[in-house]
């Protein structure tokens, strides 16, 4: 058998399932087991293409059919390879399966392409007809102008990107001293993350996750909550270059400015602690401001801890209830008062049912308020 088998821009076009076993009775990986041997696969994608900038969905008026957003030609793209042509688009999988079959990831890394028209004008070109051809025959079947999408892309020429892994497997026995072994293990080394491009386009983007400082905790997430009103406001595009938030750690030095990711409400479970950090905060269910991502590096001191027996996805509304709760103080509301409370937004709704809960409260007291009124349009 080979020392060393090389599979460059290779191992995501099969299905793992078939691509190992097939690998393995190929070159007899396993019949000295005594002999290690690794496998090396560069340039692996990691399931995600995009242009910067994006573009979003046109009406020409040369044409009945609309060009699709970027992120949505992406999408169909994405759904054709997996579908049509049969590819893997997760690392992951192909980790879990070499794994089943006695390998040992020993290590991976990133390997993104950034491809711009004006230094690889040849590459450039090779992957719009890629782009087009997998994509094209689904997007003119959803009515879409799929020749149109192609041409705006060779007029703005946008940069692409294309994110990729490195992986390097072990069979059999050998040195070893600090393996990636298991699915759960390597999920635990990635992250995803959701961006904001651009005016009503996002997408989602592998990351490495950061090392974690002594005081550092590794959170993976269970929910994060949208807002509706400041993130409806990036989302639309609706804001000016400011920091996202200089009242939240973290974010006082970060700029609103595309790409972008956002979000202030995540909650999930503490899975790994910095040294000095104690090992007690381990499985526990944490809330903190983080944008939407799948894990999130943050401080100790940044973290609150979630009581026994809220369950996460309502520790989430944690801030939007203290918001709430601080404007019904703020009123300062007197038994026998009427109240109304105008929009039946997510901070309205929360007023409008604590005012309920106190109104029911008070009731059983012997006090009340006169009557509560919600108003929304």
């Not at 997996?82 to 390997?111: I, Q």
């Not at 025959?137 to 041409?151: C, K, V």
């Not at 995803?192 to 090392?211: C, L, M, Y």
């Not at 404007?327 to 026998?336: E, K, N, P």
Request: some cysteine; charged content about 20%.
């Amino acid at each position: 058998a080979p020392d060393l088998i090389v599979g460059c821009c290779f191992a995501d076009l099969f299905d793992p399932a078939v691509l190992v076993p097939s690998l393995i009775r190929k070159f007899a990986l396993l019949e000295d087991a005594n002999t290690p041997n690794l496998v090396y696969f560069p340039i692996t994608f990691a399931g995600t293409t995009q242009f910067l900038p994006p573009k979003p969905f046109e009406t020409p008026e040369v044409s009945v059919r609309k060009i699709p957003s970027d992120t949505l030609s992406f999408q169909v793209y994405s759904k054709s390879l997996t579908e049509e042509m049969k590819h893997n688009l997760d690392p992951l999988y192909l980790t879990d399966v070499m794994a089943e079959h006695g390998a040992t990831l020993l290590t991976r890394g990133p390997s993104c392409w950034v491809i711009d028209p004006s230094d690889s004008p040849t590459l450039y070109e090779m992957m719009l007809y890629f782009f087009g051809s997998t994509a094209g025959p689904s997007l003119l079947e959803a009515g879409l102008d799929a020749a149109g999408w192609i041409r705006r892309i060779r007029e703005s020429k946008p940069t692409i990107r294309v994110s990729n892994v490195d992986l390097l497997f072990q069979i059999g026995s050998g040195p070893n001293e600090s393996p990636i072994d298991t699915y759960e293990d390597l999920r635990s080394h990635t992250l995803q993350e959701i961006q904001f491009t651009a005016p009503e386009e996002v997408t989602t983007i592998g990351k490495e996750i950061p090392e974690l400082g002594p005081n550092d905790v590794l959170i993976e997430s269970s929910y994060s909550l949208i807002s509706s009103g400041t993130e409806l406001k990036v989302f639309k595009g609706q804001f000016d270059d400011a920091a996202l938030d200089v009242n939240i750690k973290g974010m006082e030095d970060e700029r609103m400015a595309y790409p972008l990711a956002y979000g202030y409400c995540l909650c999930g479970k503490i899975v790994k602690c910095g040294t000095n950090v104690s090992g007690d905060h381990l499985g526990k269910l944490a809330f903190t401001f983080a944008a939407h991502s799948t894990h999130v590096v943050t401080s100790v001191d940044a973290i609150q801890l979630v009581p026994p027996g809220i369950p996460a996805e309502d520790a989430i509304f944690m801030p939007s209830v203290e918001t709430a709760l601080s404007l019904v103080h703020d009123a300062h509301l007197r038994m026998g008062e009427n109240v109304a409370v105008f929009g039946q937004g997510l901070i309205g709704l929360l007023v409008t049912a604590i005012l309920h809960l106190n109104h029911h409260s008070s009731t059983r007291s012997g006090g009340s308020y006169g009557t509560i009124t919600a108003f929304d349009t």
